[in-house]
């Protein structure tokens, strides 16, 4: 629906909106894009990701630059590229629990 109204067009029930950050739950319209559920594996393939593009290693280091630099999520997310959204759903431990 999102990426519908941002894009003005209306999806059919074949239509598959992808995640191009790697988060289901991002609603930023230009972290989305048409396509199949083929592109959606690739993709999946791709970013060598199930359901994130980030490992537990990966979390443990955003929780430690999060705490001990002054690094903002914005920043943390810029280096990981991954999404604010996610970076704040690790830091606050809803995802990735340790």
Not at 14 to 30: I, Q
Not at 59 to 72: F, V
Request: aromatic share 6%; with cysteine; hydrophobic share 35%.
């Amino acid at each position: 629906m999102i990426f519908a109204n941002y894009h003005k067009m209306a999806l059919t029930d074949k239509d598959m909106v992808r995640h191009l950050c790697g988060n289901p739950s991002c609603l930023e319209p230009t972290h989305m894009a048409l396509g199949t559920s083929k592109d959606n594996r690739q993709d999946t393939v791709r970013m060598d990701r199930h359901g994130h593009r980030l490992h537990k290693e990966n979390a443990a280091e955003i929780r430690r630059l999060y705490k001990r630099t002054n690094l903002t999520q914005k920043e943390i997310a810029d280096k990981f590229e991954i999404s604010v959204s996610l970076v704040n759903q690790i830091v606050n431990g809803r995802i990735w629990k340790t």
